[in-house]
């Protein structure tokens, strides 16, 4: 397992386009986050799945975002209608279950979407 | 809510020298975890090292170390011996258990460039 892993790095989509993006995260991590960093800030939080269920959802996640944990493995978060707003990196995070040193996020390396 | 403060957008050290990266925080919790992350050009983000917010020792990784404040809610980050490899974007973030997530929240971040 060479760690969390993000497809696709790179997406440009037009305005009003759908999009996915598809992150596998380390195979016993049944943590699952996914952020949002957009240039010159620190990323955000977007959401976060404890196996297959999405437990947390951040006021940033619009009704046009949505993302998804089948079967507790890797995860996918799609955009409807893109807009230009919507130009960052999408970053994919995953961890151990437990507390302590367990809770360390190991990053992947992102996707970046440009909307033009 | 967290928020977490990192007063410096760029710094820079020669090579070989020590250099100290400020953070602070703010939040309600009191069990809570402190990081900093390394996030180098076009690569994926990496822990530099953690301190848990029960701990009164200042954790120290190699070359890397922080100065713990709780009370003043300080969590700054030594880097001795500054290295090439060195330059990145550093993160200062901070979590907790929240509903079981411990999500992260960011800082803006500060960009270190270390110079031959």
């Known amino acids: ?116 | 809510a967290q928020t977490v403060t990192q007063s410096q957008p760029e710094m820079s050290v020669q090579e070989a020298e020590t250099v100290t990266l400020s953070c602070t925080y703010d939040t309600s919790e009191s069990n809570y975890y402190l990081f900093w992350y390394k996030q180098p050009p076009s690569r994926q983000m990496i822990l530099v090292i953690r301190q848990e917010a029960y701990k009164q020792q200042n954790a120290t990784e190699n070359r890397f170390s922080v100065n713990f404040q709780k009370a003043a809610k300080s969590f700054s980050l030594k880097i001795s011996d500054s290295q090439l490899g060195d330059t990145a974007m550093y993160f200062c973030a901070c979590s907790y258990s929240g509903a079981g997530s411990y999500q992260l929240t960011f800082g803006k971040g500060t960009k270190l460039s270390v110079i031959p």
């Open chain 1, 1 to 116: 397992d060479t760690g969390v892993s993000q497809d696709p790095r790179h997406k440009i989509t037009k305005r009003g386009q759908n999009v996915t993006f598809r992150c596998d995260p380390i195979s016993e991590h049944n943590r699952l986050y996914w952020y949002r960093q957009t240039l010159g800030q620190g990323p955000e939080f977007l959401t976060y799945f404890q196996n297959e269920a999405q437990l947390e959802k951040s006021r940033l996640l619009s009704d046009r975002f949505s993302a998804e944990r089948p079967k507790g493995s890797f995860s996918t978060l799609e955009i409807q209608r893109t807009e230009q707003g919507d130009s960052a990196m999408y970053l994919c995070a995953s961890s151990l279950p437990g507390q302590g040193i367990n809770t360390e996020a190991f990053f992947g390396q992102g996707t970046r979407l440009t909307v033009v």
